[in-house]
């Protein structure tokens, strides 16, 4: 089964805040991931933790990381249709493996009017 | 930034002939650069780690003679299907590491889309 694990689909009306969980298995990840995919589109970068901290802002973006219990979130505020894609949750694999990552299955968000 | 570029974007080939794709970093070097491929509605599945220099690491399950890689330069990498079939009709996506290995960040391309008929 996959090491990373999303939940598959979220719906969100257009000015809420959506919240993409995403639990991991590896606990030498050094650093977890967001990525953003748009249809038939590649992976955006949207922001990474580095694996000692709790938490990451970044203008519309929260990443909280509970380390003990492998949970990474990521809260997008005031969503956005454009804000409709699939967000892929990474984590990095250990020291020494050229920077790996292994990829959640992915959660669809749409964001309705 | 950190730009990554794949050429071609798409490609329709015939059953049994070969495909090359190239992945290029615009404006950064990178010693390693990442082959995927995605199939509908799943997640990125790593196919290779591609070395400049050197041979590149294929997953479990990939077969290298298939899937020829090539990282000929600190900017480029290209991955070859050979005799296509159309079980390999699929999203290609590669990224390259900025960085180095362990605190790099990975870029990806816009993918590549490959119909075998």
């Known amino acids: 089964g996959e090491d990373v694990e999303q939940s598959l689909f979220l719906s969100v009306r257009e000015g809420d805040s959506s919240v993409i969980n995403c639990t991991y298995t590896?606990?030498?990840?050094?650093?977890l991931y967001w990525y953003k995919q748009e249809p038939g589109a590649g992976l955006q970068l949207l922001t990474y933790i580095f694996s000692n901290m709790d938490m990451k802002q970044d203008q519309r973006l929260t990443v909280l990381l509970n380390k003990k219990d492998k949970h990474l979130s990521l809260r997008i505020a005031d969503t956005q249709t454009g804000d409709s894609a699939i967000y892929f949750c990474?984590?990095?694999f250990g020291e020494g493996s050229w920077g790996k990552l292994q990829f959640g299955a992915g959660t669809q968000v749409v964001v309705t009017p | 930034g950190a730009v990554v570029s794949q050429h071609p974007s798409w490609v329709i080939c015939k059953s049994g002939t070969s495909v090359k794709i190239e992945c290029r970093s615009l404006d950064f070097q990178a010693t390693t650069m990442f082959w995927y491929r995605q199939f509908p509605k799943q997640s990125l599945m790593l196919m290779a780690t591609s070395n400049e220099g050197s041979k590149a690491t294929y997953e479990q399950g990939v077969e290298k003679d298939k899937f020829l890689i090539n990282h000929a330069s600190l900017t480029l990498s290209t991955l070859t299907v050979t005799s296509a079939h159309p079980e390999d009709s699929s999203f290609y996506i590669c990224?390259?590491?900025?960085?180095?290995?362990?605190?790099?960040?990975?870029?990806f391309g816009p993918g590549t889309r490959l119909l075998v008929l």
């Open positions: 990474a984590e990095s």
């Open positions: 990224s390259a590491l900025k960085g180095t290995s362990g605190i790099g960040t990975q870029y």
């Open positions: 590896d606990s030498s990840s050094t650093y």
